[in-house]
T-cell receptor, first 111, second 109 residues
Framework: KAGVTQTPRYLIKTRGQQVTLSCSPI?????VSWYQQTPGQGLQFLFE???????NKGNFPGRFSGRQFSNSRSEMNVSTLELGDSALYLC??????????FGEGSRLTVL | AQKITQTQPGMFVQEKEAVTLDCTYD???????LFWYKQPSSGEMIFLIY??????QNATEGRYSLNFQKARKSANLVISASQLGDSAMYFC??????FGTGTSLTVIP
């Protein structure tokens, strides 16, 4: 089985721009969750999608949004980028066991 | 609300020794799951071990065991016989999505 695939792996944006990140889960996994990882902050939960519906949400501002398509692929969007949004964004998919399978992440740098 | 606390930013252990990584959690859910993940310097997150809140026995997976003390709300990871490849960041998580800030483990030859 192919693993979780995230694109792009690296990107550089400037303040005020927006960005869209993509995540393709493991085949058969219907749950996709997103995390922001920064040094010292660990992984902070953004949101989880299951069968195209947002099922859980963390404490991030509305600039962070996501969606899930019928094939379980998910996208995350950040609008009006700020310097503090620079981070590694991780996506994970899961089956019924609850174990998270992570992608390699998208490293976003905001200048 | 879910809060996961890992109070050890960095730990060192001698090769072949055992090490305990601390994790405390705070959740109001009557039933919950606790997870540990490893993140080597290469960046990928690797699942290590799971403990359900109603599991009667502490979880074990090879050299990993989870010291679960429900009354203390702690779920410490014990790694026995440390190996150089165990050097990594270790994250505790509750209810799948809520992670601590991690502990950096360095194994010394």
């Amino acid at each position: 089985k192919a693993g979780v695939t995230q694109t792009p792996r690296y990107l550089i944006k400037t303040r005020g721009q927006q960005v869209t990140l993509s995540c393709s889960p493991i085949s058969g996994h219907r749950s996709v969750s997103w995390y922001q990882q920064t040094p010292g902050q660990g992984l902070q939960f953004l949101f989880e999608y299951f069968s195209e519906t947002q099922r859980n949400k963390g404490n991030f501002p509305g600039r962070f949004s996501g969606r899930q398509f019928s094939n379980s692929r998910s996208e995350m969007n950040v609008s009006t980028l700020e310097l503090g949004d620079s981070a590694l964004y991780l996506c994970a998919s899961t089956d019924d066991t609850g174990e998270l399978f992570f992608g390699e992440g998208s490293r976003l740098t905001v200048l | 609300a879910q809060k996961i606390t890992q109070t050890q930013p960095g730990m060192f252990v001698q090769e072949k020794e055992a090490v305990t990584l601390d994790c405390t959690y705070d959740t109001s859910d009557p039933s919950y799951g606790l997870f540990w993940y490893k993140q080597p310097s290469s960046g990928e997150m690797i699942f290590l071990i799971y403990q359900g809140s109603y599991d009667q026995q502490n979880a074990t997976e090879g050299r990993y065991s989870l010291n679960f003390q429900k009354a203390r709300k702690s779920a410490n990871l014990v790694i026995s016989a440390s190996q150089l490849g165990d050097s990594a960041m270790y994250f505790c998580a509750a209810n799948q999505f809520y992670f601590g800030t991690g502990t950096s483990l360095t194994v010394i030859p």
